[in-house]
């Protein structure tokens, strides 16, 4: 049974970074591409940050620059990098892959609040 289990948010000022961190177990890990999603307050989950089992990598525009997604095979761990955080990256942050999702973790809230 695939298991998610997200950490790593906070809460930052305005401008500061975090690093999330999500712990992927019960899976053939480097096989599927994997992902990083947001669901901000009211609104509907997104897909933030994309990465292939070769590493490569996509970001929705609105994190371009600011967000890296990266991944550890052997720890079975995928990473978020934020930096220059700004109030609306606020939201449950979640990992998944990227289609045809398994079950979702409990997610790790980032609220970027001066």
């Known amino acids: 049974q695939v298991q998610l289990v997200e950490s790593g948010g906070g809460l930052v000022q305005p401008g500061g970074s975090l690093t999330l961190s999500c712990a992927v177990s019960?899976?053939?890990?480097?096989?599927?591409?994997m992902a990083w999603y947001r669901q901000a307050p009211g609104k509907q989950r997104e897909l933030v940050a994309r990465?292939?089992?070769?590493?490569?990598?996509n970001y929705a525009e609105y994190v371009k620059g600011r967000f890296t997604i990266f991944k550890d095979n052997v720890n079975t761990t995928v990473y978020l990098q934020m930096t220059n955080l700004k109030p609306e990256d606020t939201g449950v942050y979640y990992c998944?892959?990227?289609?045809?999702?398994?079950?979702w973790g409990q997610g790790t809230q980032v609220t970027v609040s001066s």
């Open positions: 998944n892959r990227d289609t045809s999702w398994w079950a």
């Open positions: 990465i292939s089992p070769i590493g490569g990598t």
């Open positions: 019960g899976i053939i890990f480097n096989i599927w591409n």
